[in-house]
């Protein structure tokens, strides 16, 4: 599969996009509806899966951004700097996958692809996810456990214990508050919500 097999394949439909913050321990199935997707973010799929949910579900694993899109040869190249992959980088039990590099390559229901297929430069994860729901067709986003747009700075990690772990990083406040600054431009004539989850 390439990112052309995805083209206006969830036309009309709500796209969720699960952020990495920590208020999305609280997620539920009720969170929802029979015409939604999800794309989840890095661990954040584990939470997903675990509800068993009847709609498309997607796992996005390090966008990469510009730094890595020099390498035409994705499958073959080895990747120069693992530093983006953190302590999030995981494996999806069923899920389509999707990243920029062969970074899961015993993983085989995935599409490898260039960010600049997206028309897009930025290494930031949410931002990717937001094309992607362009590109599938998607008439609506939400945006749920971005918790940095509502001034809380903990992140989420699932270790391979598939225990929650909540994590403060020192660059979180200025970087996600630059990149949230972006991705509200992005979506400011798309419509949109902002979710966070109350447990």
């Known amino acids: 599969m390439t990112l052309k097999d ?3 394949i969830h036309k009309d439909k709500t796209c969720n996009i699960i952020g990495c913050g ?3 321990k609280n997620i539920n199935k009720y969170n929802f509806g029979t015409n939604d997707i999800i794309i989840a973010l890095y661990h954040t799929i584990h939470l997903i899966e675990r509800l068993e949910l009847n709609i498309p579900v997607y796992s996005l694993q390090k966008d990469g951004g510009i730094k890595y899109s020099i390498y035409e040869d994705r499958f073959n190249a080895k990747c120069p700097d693992c530093s983006l992959c953190w ?3 995981t494996t999806p039990k069923n899920a389509l996958l999707l990243s920029t ?8 229901n995935r599409i490898i692809f260039n960010i600049l297929e997206l028309k897009s430069e930025n290494t930031f994860s949410g931002e990717t996810a937001i094309l992607l729901s362009d590109l599938m067709g ?5 945006m749920i456990g971005f918790d940095s747009h509502f001034n809380k700075y903990d992140t989420l990690i699932i270790d391979k214990e598939m225990n929650i772990i909540e994590k403060t990083y020192d660059i979180s406040k200025s970087y996600y508050m630059d990149s949230n600054n972006k991705i509200s431009e992005i979506l400011k004539n798309k419509s949109h919500n902002w979710i966070y989850l109350e447990g």
């Open 101 to 108: 590099f062969d970074c899961l390559p015993h993983y085989d």
């Open 6 to 8: 995805l083209k206006n």
């Open 87 to 89: 302590e999030r980088m």
């Open 138 to 142: 998607c008439n609506h986003i939400n």
């Open 22 to 24: 920590t208020s999305v």
